[in-house]
């Protein structure tokens, strides 16, 4: 069965959540176990998504076994009957042809640090490649930093899928996704040109007290933010409703920096649309080694 892996922006957690819980087609989700995740897990479990969560290094053991925990149990009970034994086992095959996925969801604000953001994303595609039949990067360029993954990972055996808009170009970041493209990013920018703007996805705006705390971003320092000319607070509607305070986050946060609160439309259709395509290249890619 396919392994389509992810490895995941943080402040994408919503999007991610989104796709992978309208997925039917996921034989079996299994999200890398670290402290960040708490959250992305309790957004899966909202949709119905139960995943198997487990560190990094034992996802390989995890994918190896490839029965449902209640093929298990099953099979125990059908074990005296051979014949139904073997239906059942032919059943669990047949929707094994389906896909598996790896989500690995990396932690908020390493885009503070570019270089740093590049190691850990090349350090996990490194180590996902060995058991996937391809990454989707869940990330736009991020300030270009990953703007060479595909020609610097042109011979690890593992195709590369990225987040893109309708022209094909990779994305440049979170809330270029939300807004539907760079193009619709730049025209967002152009619409405020003169008055300095902060984009306010509904996770940014639930993360923006501990980011700023934890790692002093200069995105969200207090003294850079009570500028003056920074007077706009550009609440993004991705359609999305895991962040039940969306709202109430965006207002605490225009208060605080005396900014003015406008609405801009968004959507999840790049996450959707770059998830299909992982999807559909990677089994486009598959049968061709099989």
Request: a positive charge; charged letters at 25%.
């Amino acid at each position: 069965m396919p392994v389509l892996s992810i490895i995941a922006c943080g402040m994408l957690e919503d999007e991610l959540a989104h796709v992978l819980s309208e997925d039917r087609e996921i034989k079996q989700l299994i999200v890398v176990e670290n402290r960040n995740n708490f959250g992305f897990l309790r957004k899966l479990r909202s949709g119905n998504c139960t995943p198997h969560t487990v560190p990094l290094e034992r996802v390989p053991m995890l994918l190896k076994t490839g029965f449902s925990p209640e093929f298990k149990t099953i099979s125990k009970v059908l074990l005296p009957f051979s014949f139904l034994g073997k239906i059942y086992e032919k059943i669990e095959s047949k929707a094994g042809n389906r896909i598996n996925v790896v989500a690995n969801l990396l932690r908020l604000g390493l885009h503070t640090d570019l270089e740093l953001l590049k190691s850990e994303v090349y350090k996990n595609v490194r180590e996902m490649a060995t058991f996937s039949d391809g990454i989707l990067i869940f990330y736009g360029t991020c300030g270009h930093v990953l703007g060479e993954l595909e020609k610097d990972f042109v011979d690890i055996g593992c195709p590369l899928f990225f987040m893109k808009g309708k022209d094909g170009e990779i994305i440049e970041d979170c809330i270029s996704a939300a807004l539907g493209g760079n193009d619709a990013y730049a025209g967002a920018m152009l619409a405020c040109r003169g008055k300095g703007t902060i984009y306010l996805t509904p996770m940014w705006a639930s993360s923006w007290k501990t980011l700023e705390k934890e790692s002093g971003s200069r995105d969200l320092n207090y003294r850079y933010l009570k500028n003056p000319r920074y007077c706009l607070a550009a609440k993004i509607e991705t359609g999305l409703s895991y962040e039940s305070d969306f709202h109430k986050n965006v207002q605490e946060f225009a208060l605080t920096f005396g900014m003015k609160i406008i609405a801009l439309k968004g959507s999840a259709e790049i996450a959707e649309q770059s998830y299909l395509a992982a999807k559909r290249n990677m089994f486009l890619n598959f049968k061709k080694h099989i």
